[in-house]
């Protein structure tokens, strides 16, 4: 996946991970999307990236909402 293809991928994530979870700041969501995608900086494959990036994002803000509902 082109570099570009793979910026817009991961704002799309940001966009649904906002939308999924609306009481987290964009900036917070933002902050752990891009903190998910430094994990992958270096690896020679890149297609997948963004859906890894999604799924592990999803979960750490998953545990998070859940811990704040507590």
Do not use: C, K, W
């Amino acid at each position: 996946m082109p570099i570009d293809n793979e910026g817009r991928a991961i704002d799309d994530v940001v966009q649904r991970l906002s939308a999924r979870y609306p009481d987290i700041p964009q900036a917070t969501i933002r902050e752990v999307v891009e903190a998910q995608l430094a994990q992958f900086e270096g690896s020679p494959v890149r297609d997948f990236v963004p859906v890894l990036v999604e799924h592990e994002s999803l979960e750490l803000l998953r545990v998070g909402a859940e811990a704040a509902s507590d």
